[in-house]
């Protein structure tokens, strides 16, 4: 996740400076290349396809100019075996044979037809040369490939249409427009693609901005989520995050048919201790019992929550709710443990004050507890927590400072 946000970090300032790929951070030409390596290659394949077709028709103007025989032999025995060698190669994706692979068949291609065109007799001779230079055109427009290969094209294609003519005829008076035709075909579409390329570079960017602010927006939604199912004093979950959490845990317990256990306990007399000793201490009070309760929870695979006041819900599951009786008496010591401290930070029992959090805590906190094991099987979540309720109520009927438990 650091490696893709420092790409995308790079990525907006590519595009607020208006940064050419050239200058674009290594790794961001790495993700670049990662992004857009298999497209590439289908693109490729693509546009090869189609000049190995165009090629075998082209045998059809071969006829008509009296150069079939030729044709068959240079068009079937030389440019279609490269289109296919370079169409195999493609899907290796390495850089270099990609490029060798794409330029190849289209320089060959190009200079069969200028080869053609020296033998032809008239005007076909000038179309065969047109046609060469247009396809290397075209082919520096359409084919993707980044600016040194695009430069290697048409260096190439004027090349192998150039070197026909100068073999057969040479240059002079007679055929100079030509070399110019030539030459302007395959230089003029190097700026519609390097201006096509610079667009395509800022979506790319604009693509991992969009990318990076979506993944922001999700992580704020998740952060807004998880906000609004935490109790903001206790920093367990509180009622309706709980009772999510029971219900999607619920349903999957009666699925596997384990057993659960539902937890309620309640602060003894929390009232009298918040008027007591001030709200701040009941803050701390409260802070102290959910973490117990939450630690306890989490170390045998359950969850706690605030039910609301200074009540609290519990659910463990499996093994782990066949010993909930136990679990809630071993809760309910350590919240018993808790103490208030005076003003040096020590007190009677030897804390010290690093366990700050425990200061305004009396030493008689005492907390019922009322626990419902069984099986979901049997009963639905609701009367689960409607069951540890009235154990709860047995518990503070029974004297408070105690465990109930009632199974099935």
């Known amino acids: 996740m650091d490696g893709r946000a420092s790409f995308e970090q790079r990525a907006v300032a590519g595009l607020g400076e208006r940064l050419p790929f050239r200058d674009w951070a290594p790794e961001l030409k790495a993700h670049w ?25 082209c045998l059809f103007f071969d006829e008509r100019a009296g150069l079939l025989e030729r044709g068959l032999w240079l068009r079937l025995g030389l440019v279609t075996p490269a289109y296919l060698v370079a169409m195999a190669l493609l899907r290796r994706g390495d850089g270099v044979t990609r490029m060798l692979a794409t330029v190849v068949p289209i320089a060959l291609f190009a200079g069969v037809t200028s080869y053609l065109g020296t033998s032809a007799q008239g005007a076909f001779g000038d179309r065969y040369l047109m046609a060469s230079a247009m396809l290397i055109a075209f082919s520096v427009v359409l084919v993707p490939l980044r600016a040194g290969a695009t430069l290697l094209l048409a260096a190439t294609g ?35 693609k390097l201006r096509s390329d610079r667009v395509q570079d800022s979506n790319f960017l604009l693509t991992l901005e969009s990318r990076r602010s979506q993944d922001d927006l999700l992580a704020s939604n998740r952060r807004l989520e998880t906000l609004s199912s935490v ?8 009622r309706r995050g709980f009772e999510n959490r029971f219900a999607a845990a619920f349903a999957a317990a009666r699925e596997s048919e384990a057993m659960l256990a539902v937890l309620l306990l309640d602060i003894d007399h929390f009232k009298r201790f918040n008027d007591t000793h001030g709200h701040q201490a009941g803050d701390r009070c409260l802070r102290e019992v959910g973490r117990l309760l939450n630690s306890e929870c989490e170390r045998h695979g359950g969850f706690a929550g605030r039910y609301g006041g200074d009540e609290f819900i519990a659910a463990l599951f499996g093994e782990a709710s066949r010993e909930a009786g136990a679990i809630a008496t071993r809760i ?12 040096t930070g020590i007190d009677e029992r030897g804390i010290d004050e690093a366990n700050s959090d425990h200061r305004g805590l009396e030493d008689s906190i005492r907390v019922s507890i009322g626990v419902r094991i069984g099986s979901p099987m049997l009963t639905s979540r609701e009367t689960f927590v409607s069951d540890a309720d009235r154990a709860l109520y047995a518990a503070k009927d029974a004297g408070r400072n105690r465990v109930v438990v009632l199974g099935e």
């Open 231 to 238: 109790d903001a004093l206790t920093a367990v979950l509180n």
């Open 158 to 192: 004027y090349g192998a249409i150039a070197i026909p003519v100068l073999a057969s005829e040479g240059i002079g008076p007679h055929n100079i427009d030509l070399f110019v035709f030539t030459l302007l075909c395959c230089t003029a579409p190097i700026l519609i």
């Open 33 to 57: 290349a990662e992004f857009s390596s298999a497209r590439i290659d289908r693109e490729l394949r693509f546009m090869h396809a189609v000049g190995l077709a165009t090629c075998i028709a």
């Open 332 to 343: 309910g010591a350590q919240i018993g443990e808790l103490t208030r401290m005076d003003d």
